[in-house]
């Protein structure tokens, strides 16, 4: 019996649908059937019953289910560890980021880093939130930063802090005299918003915040990263909401307003798993905890 049966009818087992399993795991279906009749065979006894209609576990398939995903999950452990160890070995440490966390996190924990673990091998990896939370399960990552948390069994996220959204519009906008802009006038304007895939996060705040306030907004492009949607708004596509900590990074042909009504905000966490052995991590949570005056053990 090899894992690869494990993972099959695992996939049979909570799909309960052969094709749904086959196309989830990445095979055709006469390919999956006969890796469940193998296992059957080997096990000695009938995992499903199957029918026209549908498909189901019978008890002893019931039973081991419960049994296969304790060992998948057992195995997952065991590989994310030996990954671990082969990186502290090879003295690396993989940090998965988004941009936020260039300007406000890196320039604190970086020289500290640096001064501990000189010889220390630091691989950054811009990825999306959901991208990095995935490759720190998987040991691909040892420590992430993302825009949401993910507290599970196991991994552990800490909110380091919030931060407004700031609305930008173009200098040569007859509204750049105003002192302060109501969202309602949000509809007047075309507006740039960050691509859903690229920031997921940002996209849920921005598309929740326009549906709770009930304000029609037409979206004329959806920016795929933050820089390009501040060179929108600096070419006169459209107004746009953004973090505050673009700011810095705006061009002369930009204006931040202030709006009558507040804004939402976003945060950034920090997260890794409970069963790390990494001191640079340690070392990483608490440059973070004195820095931005968190209150949290680890």
Same mark, same amino acid.
Request: net charge negative; aromatic share 10%; charged share 25%.
């Given at each position: ?35 469940? &009749?193998? =296992? ?15 498909? !189901? ?12 995903? +304790? ?15 082969? /990186?502290?070995?090879? !003295? ?44 720190? /399960? /998987?040991?691909?990552?040892? +420590? ?26 173009? &200098? ?39 549906? &709770? ?36 990074? =705006? ?5 931040? /307003? ?7 905000? +976003? ?6 798993? &409970? ?8 070392? +990483?949570?608490?440059? =973070? ?10």
């Amino acid at each position: 019996m090899e894992l690869r049966h494990l993972r099959y009818f695992v996939a049979v087992a909570e799909e309960l649908n052969f094709t749904k399993a086959a196309l989830r795991m990445h095979t055709v279906q006469p390919s999956l059937s006969q890796q469940i &009749k193998d =296992l059957e065979d080997e096990v000695g006894v009938q995992l499903f019953i199957r029918s026209k209609r549908k498909v !189901e576990l019978t008890k002893a398939g019931e039973v081991f289910f419960k049994e296969a995903l +304790i060992i998948l999950e057992h195995t997952e452990k065991a590989i994310s560890l030996a990954r671990q160890t082969a /990186k502290i070995e090879q !003295e690396q440490l993989n940090i998965g980021f988004v941009p936020v966390a260039e300007m406000k996190v890196f320039p604190y924990i970086m020289p500290n880093i640096r001064a501990h673990f000189p010889e220390l091998t630091i691989d950054f990896q811009s990825l999306t939130d959901d991208a990095q939370l995935q490759a720190l /399960k /998987k040991g691909e990552i040892d +420590i992430a930063f993302t825009r949401y948390g993910a507290n599970t069994d196991e991994l552990v996220s800490i909110q380091i802090f919030q931060e407004p959204l700031t609305l930008i519009i173009p &200098k040569n906008s007859p509204d750049v005299q105003q002192e302060r802009i109501s969202i309602k006038s949000f509809e007047n304007h075309n507006f740039v918003m960050c691509n859903e895939d690229a920031s997921p996060e940002l996209y849920r705040i921005i598309d929740g915040f326009f549906k &709770k306030s009930k304000l029609n907004v037409n979206v004329v492009q959806y920016s795929t990263n933050i820089l390009l949607n501040v060179n929108l708004v600096g070419m006169e596509i459209g107004w746009s909401l953004v973090p505050q900590y673009v700011i810095p990074l =705006l061009g002369d042909k930009i204006v931040v /307003k202030k709006t009558i009504e507040p804004l939402p905000m +976003i945060g950034l966490y920090v997260s890794y798993r &409970k069963d790390h052995v990494n001191k640079a991590i340690d070392l +990483i949570l608490d440059v =973070l905890k004195k820095q931005f005056h968190l209150n949290f053990a680890f």
